[in-house]
Nanobody
Framework: QVQLVQSGGGLVQAGGSLRLSCAAS????????MGWFRQATGQERDFVAA????????NYADFVQGRFTNSRDNAKNTIYLQMNRLKPEDSAVYYC????????????????WGQGTQVTVSS
């Protein structure tokens, strides 16, 4: 079974930046799309971003609006989410995911999920 281990969450003031990391087990990391979802307390789970297996193409939710960048280093079996100009409404638990198609924002289309990491943005 694949394991996705996340790190990099924390507390930041509005306008600041954070970088999330997600390290995956297994030799087939480079064969899969990877991405991120988030869920704020009391709210639904939202798609954030995804990236192709090679890293050549990306897909972002509308609310990112150029603030977040999804990238990957297949040699390290790791993906990253660089979050800039953070807003209080970005506060949520962020989940790393693995899937087949970077174009989908449907959670059930991603077959492995990380443990989640808290991001809190203060006003």
């Amino acid at each position: 079974q694949v394991q996705l281990v996340q790190s990099g969450g924390g507390l930041v003031q509005a306008g600041g930046s954070l970088r999330l990391s997600c390290a995956a087990s297994g030799r087939s990391f480079g064969s899969y799309a990877m991405g991120w979802f988030r869920q704020a307390t009391g709210q639904e789970r939202d798609f954030v971003a995804a990236i192709t297996s090679s890293g050549g193409n990306t897909n972002y939710a509308d609310f990112v609006q150029g603030r977040f960048t999804n990238s990957r280093d297949n040699a390290k079996n790791t993906i990253y989410l660089q979050m800039n100009r953070l807003k209080p409404e970005d506060s949520a638990v962020y989940y790393c995911v693995r899937g087949w198609d970077y174009r989908t924002s449907i959670g059930s289309r991603y077959d492995y999920w990380g443990q989640g990491t808290q991001v809190t943005v203060s006003s």
